[in-house]
């Protein structure tokens, strides 16, 4: 009986992710999410990432993005760069908005990430320029 608990307990610490030796261990469970980094921040990051709902009524699919915020690691906050690709993981919750934690850096940023910041960058704009001439006029 002995010989399963000392088991079990080395398994769970495989498992921790830590943020650095003085701060807690996290154990990430649940599901895994993987996506690209559009915005970085001091102790976690953002990634987006799209999937496919089906619609009954239609017949048809949705393509949908998400957003997720996830504790950036002290061990992973040189090697992340925005429009890299990441894989996060779910944990307890850590904040009002962040639920998971980032597991590993799976590539760097390519044409295709930067195109996706461009894309979330510009939308932004645009809504605001299509209000301009009628804020101007008035």
């Known amino acids: 009986m002995k ?4 088991q079990i ?12 030796d003085n701060e807690e261990k996290i154990n990430p469970r649940g599901r895994k999410f993987e996506g690209y980094v559009i915005r970085k921040f001091d102790k ?16 048809r ?5 998400t957003k997720i915020h996830a504790r950036l690691p002290q061990s992973l906050k040189d090697t992340i760069n925005l429009g890299d690709y990441i894989q996060i ?3 307890r919750p850590l904040s009002k908005i962040t639920h998971h934690i980032v597991i590993k850096k799976i590539r760097d940023a390519d044409s295709t990430s ?3 910041l461009k894309e ?3 939308l932004g ?3 605001w320029k299509q209000y301009l001439p009628e804020l101007q006029g008035a």
């Open 44 to 59: 976690r990051v953002t990634i987006e990432f799209e999937r496919v709902n089906y619609i009954k009524k239609y017949e």
């Open 9 to 20: 307990e080395s398994n769970a610490k495989k498992n921790l992710v830590g943020t650095s």
């Open 114 to 116: 930067q195109k996706i």
């Open 89 to 91: 993981m779910e944990c």
């Open 125 to 127: 704009e645009e809504k």
């Open 61 to 65: 699919y949705a393509k949908s993005k």
């Open 3 to 6: 010989k399963k608990t000392k």
């Open 120 to 122: 979330s960058k510009t």
